[in-house]
């Protein structure tokens, strides 16, 4: 029986968390890591299909409420869409603070107008809480690094378990002598042993 390699079984539990506990023989501990894993993925699965579901469904309420056309626009535009009742508030905010490269041109397809205060603050809360709900999925990827690394460790641990389980092989020795007897020689004898 081999003893196993403790940097292939942390290789292992990078991949797949689990995997170098499974490599160990100690998979009652790896199926643990490997089942957090799985349960991450799907939970960070939903956490984006939810957060990109609440922004499509925002940005189909600013159609419908304020005739807002998002193709080709960035994160700003949306952003501006919620915070002002239409396109002329905003170029007046804008004038006022001096900043006119972020103007937008009312007779182009940057223009919107809010039919009611309320139709633009439930616009911006369905925003607010799509963004929110994609910037928490980040962490959900911090923690399948820690199952990872915590894997490792488990898996490290468990080789060195396995192997200290593994008898060690004595070293081999080599012993010289005559065949055919002491005194009448007839050929060179060597016995190579090694000790399980």
């Given amino acids: 029986t081999e003893k196993k ?8 539990s990078l991949i797949l968390p689990g995997l170098g506990d499974l490599y160990a023989g100690n998979f009652r501990t790896g199926r643990y890591f490997m089942g957090a894993d799985v349960a991450l993925w799907i939970t960070y699965g939903g956490y984006r299909s939810y957060g990109r579901w609440l922004k499509q469904d925002a940005q189909t309420f600013a159609s419908q409420h304020a005739g807002a056309n998002f193709e080709g626009k960035g994160d700003q535009f949306s952003v501006d869409l919620g915070n002002f009742s239409n396109v002329y508030d905003y170029n007046e905010a804008k004038l006022r603070n001096r900043q006119f490269d972020l103007l937008y041109d009312p007779n182009s397809n940057f223009a919107w107008q809010w039919t009611s205060d309320g139709d ?16 928490n999925s980040q962490f959900i990827i911090g923690a399948m690094i820690l199952n990872r690394i915590i894997s490792a460790i488990s898996a490290a641990r468990s080789v060195s378990e396995y192997n ?8 081999w020795q080599l012993s010289t002598g ?7 020689t007839q050929a060179l004898e060597l016995t190579l042993t090694r000790e399980f």
Avoid at 5 to 12: D, F, H, N, R, T
Avoid at 178 to 183: L, M, R, S, Y
Wanted: charged share 20%; glycine share 18%.
């Fill in 5 to 12: 390699s403790v940097i292939v079984a942390i290789g292992y």
């Fill in 120 to 135: 633009r603050a439930r616009y911006k809360d369905l925003r607010i809480r799509g963004d929110g709900v994609l910037r």
């Fill in 178 to 184: 005559g065949a055919g007897g002491v005194i009448t």
């Fill in 164 to 171: 200290s389980s593994v008898p060690s092989l004595g070293p």
